[in-house]
T-cell receptor, first 114, second 114 residues
Framework: GENVEQHPSTLSVQEGDSAVIKCTYSDSASNYFPWYKQELGKRPQLIIDIRSNVGEKKDQRIAVTLNKTAKHFSLHITETQPEDSAVYFCAASGSGGGADGLTFGKGTHLIIQP | EPEVTQTPSHQVTQMGQEVILRCVPISNHLYFYWYRQILGQKVEFLVSFYNNEISEKSEIFDDQFSVERPDGSNFTLKIRSTKLEDSAMYFC????????????FGQGTRLTVV
């Protein structure tokens, strides 16, 4: 089955700086890669996603890049703000067909230092 | 905005007891999922459900687990004989068109087995 590795486990950045979180996946048939933000005690919420036919996607301060050859995708957050502090999870799905569940990485605890 | 709702928000049960966790997916969604998250760990896929049957299940989803869509709106997860290690947050999720579209998560049910 699919395996998703995520790094780093903790990332501390100064407010206003950029943050980058990286993930790799094992199954080359995976074709959907979402990123979820989870605040303490809350549900995971989608912040951005990318499909395998696209190399990059941007939404305001958030961007995701995908390298299918390397089986690697990354989340970039620019101009970080205190409200960006949370745990971020990458995930992959699609290799098992239409009802395939998401395989999540272990999460990155992003800390924005004021 | 439509959302996935789960009840109860917190369930405490004695080891060996049966529990049923309930979910109401978004009304026009066709694919339903259960995930669990042990405290401080990643979100793990349990099972997906489409067209009134299980589509995929993980190794975690053993004979102690079952799912059901008893009517047109509810989606339930039953654990027949709970174990201490079943203590976790259980999230229901739904998607409109399967693995390649956004999964909307419910707020979760925190299950504590004592």
């Amino acid at each position: 089955g699919e395996n998703v590795e995520q790094h780093p486990s903790t990332l501390s950045v100064q407010e206003g700086d950029s943050a980058v979180i990286k993930c790799t996946y094992s199954d080359s048939a995976s074709n959907y890669f979402p990123w979820y933000k989870q605040e303490l005690g809350k549900r995971p919420q989608l912040i951005i996603d990318i499909r395998s036919n696209v190399g990059e996607k941007k939404d305001q301060r958030i961007a995701v890049t995908l390298n299918k050859t390397a089986k690697h995708f990354s989340l970039h957050i620019t101009e970080t703000q205190p409200e960006d502090s949370a745990v971020y999870f990458c995930a992959a799905s699609g290799s098992g067909g239409g009802a395939d569940g998401l395989t999540f990485g272990k999460g990155t605890h992003l800390i924005i230092q004021p | 905005e439509p959302e996935v709702t789960q009840t109860p928000s917190h369930q405490v049960t004695q080891m060996g007891q049966e529990v049923i966790l309930r979910c109401v997916p978004i009304s026009n969604h066709l694919y339903f999922y259960w995930y669990r998250q042990i405290l401080g760990q990643k979100v793990e896929f349990l099972v997906s459900f489409y067209n009134n049957e299980i589509s995929e299940k993980s190794e975690i989803f053993d004979d102690q687990f079952s799912v059901e869509r008893p009517d047109g709106s509810n989606f339930t997860l039953k654990i027949r004989s709970t174990k201490l290690e079943d203590s976790a947050m259980y999230f229901c999720a739904s998607t409109e068109q399967g693995a390649f579209t956004e999964a909307f998560f419910g707020q979760g049910t925190r299950l504590t087995v004592v």
